[in-house]
């Protein structure tokens, strides 16, 4: 066994990355870098930083005794995203089937194979995709507006008269699995039972998000039970019902792919926003000034702080040499999972392009290739209304701590803040917070998937932008504070705009 000098034409021994990876990290027993613990999770992008001038793609340990290769560079993350010479198939991690990786590692739950569209290649995923594509494109996009605005002012409702909340636990943990259960067509009891299940499996403690995870299987597989006995309009039946005729198996981990996708990763996309709302001066003033809008802060989280910061693994299917431009790169060995680290690939672009990103959405906060989410327009939606409507109720709302307090979830896959507290007038119990917006009419509008989503021009991903909605109805607000008072500083959202501009 021999340790190589860090060059282009380097690579680990196949066998063994631990001892073979360059620059590893204090307090990681294998000597590679590692992507947990509080270290990385206050400043992830020192490492990126240690790692890019060594190429595009680096030995990691993404668990103790869990060895892995992060990609950090763009072009490199799309080239994986679209080869064909990598799978997505669990069932080739090679270290977890042989066992040298316990089925109680913390990180298998999210890595381990299912038998759903996330893990599936060639004509499978085809089909399981095709499945997905055709349900989400028959959701209504005022409906999942409704869906939002009803929740989020029962949410609000709950903390408004308190005049102060911790915005992860009591708001943006809980809009996802609400919105998701209505799409689902799940029953009050069903929705209740989800969204604790969806609130524990968020959980840090290992043993509690298991059971979050056993009870929503439990729940998924009760709820397409009913729908194959009465069917409705809901997501659940169009996949229960779609002419490719999914299993009951195929139909659970169908389901437990949208909720997950659609809930921790949503949670963070918005607690995130919200954070750099309530800390960055662009996103407050009058709407003459300029201010930048909801949806600037939201692209902004994907382009810097991507809700998955590592994700979409890949298995190379023979060995496979990754290069970038300078011709510094890495001989990937199969049988090792290969994540694309979508917070590095995208702050990296940032920093490496000037001009203004606001209308770019080229980031890889969403992937890319045949496995590119399909629901990007559906959770653009739900975030983007969530904060209007959160700023629409409370807009005098300030962090309760400084932002340099601010604490974020340890681990490899997410970037997502612990808690997010914030103060504000308290809401009389008598105000009014609003539930809904109008039905949809006659002519509704479906959400756009992104079946089509990666154009052609310029070999990058561009999302979707939604059909325009109507402008939600005015509501009463508390009375702000006057600007002289200390701390006080009246903020002025850009909300309208964001809904003139059919988000």
């Keep these: 066994m021999t340790t190589p000098s860090p060059g282009p034409d380097t690579a680990p021994p196949p066998g063994c990355p631990a001892h073979s990876a360059p620059g590893g990290t204090p307090g990681s027993g294998s000597g590679l870098p590692a992507l947990y613990g509080p270290g990385f999770a206050a400043d992830p992008d020192a490492l990126y930083a240690r790692l890019r001038p060594q190429g595009p793609a680096h030995w990691v340990e993404l668990a103790p005794g869990v060895p892995a290769v992060v990609v950090t560079d763009y072009a490199a993350a799309l080239e994986v995203l679209r080869s064909s010479q990598f799978s997505k198939d669990a069932r080739r991690w ?33 089909r399981l995709r095709k499945t997905v594509d055709d349900a989400l494109a028959r959701v209504d996009s005022y409906r999942v507006r409704s869906y939002v605005r009803r929740g989020a002012g029962r949410l609000i409702g709950e903390f408004g008269p308190m005049g102060r909340a911790e915005l992860v636990s009591q708001y943006s943990h809980r809009i996802p ?31 509690t998000a298991q059971r979050g995870s056993e009870d929503l299987a439990r729940c998924l597989a009760g709820l397409i039970a009913d729908k194959r006995r009465s069917p409705g309009a809901d997501l659940t039946s169009w996949l229960l019902h779609h002419p490719l005729r999914l299993s009951d198996e195929e139909m659970l981990h169908q389901l437990v792919v949208l909720i997950g996708a659609g809930t921790v990763p949503q949670s963070a996309w918005i607690s995130s926003a919200i954070m750099l709302l309530l800390t960055d001066d662009r996103f407050a003033g009058d709407l003459s000034g300029g201010s930048l809008t909801v949806s600037d802060a939201l692209n902004e989280v994907l382009w810097k702080r991507s809700p998955m910061a590592n994700f979409c693994f890949h298995y190379a299917t023979n060995e496979y ?57 559906l959770s653009e939606i739900i975030a983007d209304v969530a904060i ?100 006080g500083r009246r903020r002025r959202w850009s909300s309208p705009v964001a809904w003139l501009r059919g988000r």
């Design 388 to 487: 209007e409507t959160l700023l629409d109720v409370l807009p005098d709302m300030e962090l309760a701590v400084p932002a340099g307090d601010l604490v974020w979830r340890p681990g490899p896959f997410h970037r997502s803040l612990a808690a997010l507290p914030v103060i504000f007038p308290a809401l009389s119990a008598s105000e009014p917070v609003p539930e809904s917006v109008p039905e949809p009419g006659p002519a509704s509008t479906p959400v756009q998937t992104s079946a089509a989503s990666e154009q052609t021009s310029g070999g990058q991903s561009w999302n979707h932008s939604t059909s325009p909605s109507s402008i939600p109805p005015a509501v009463t607000v508390p009375e702000r504070r006057p600007d002289s008072v200390p701390g």
């Design 321 to 377: 040499d990754l290069r970038d431009d300078s011709g510094a790169g890495l001989l990937i060995p199969p049988g090792v999972p290969v994540l694309i680290s979508h917070e590095a690939v995208n702050s990296h672009a940032v920093r490496g392009t000037a001009g203004d990103r606001r209308s770019n959405h080229a980031h890889l906060a969403f992937g890319g290739g045949p496995h590119v989410c399909p629901a990007q327009g």
């Design 177 to 207: 699995p609400l919105v998701f259960t209505q799409l689902f067509g799940c029953s009050d009891e069903q929705t209740e039972r989800m969204a604790r299940a969806c609130a524990q499996m968020i959980a840090a403690e290992p043993a």
């Design 94 to 126: 090679t270290a977890l089937m042989e066992g040298r990786i316990p089925m109680d590692n913390e990180v298998v739950p999210m890595m381990g194979f299912r038998p759903s569209l996330l893990f599936a290649d060639g004509d499978r995923h085809l």
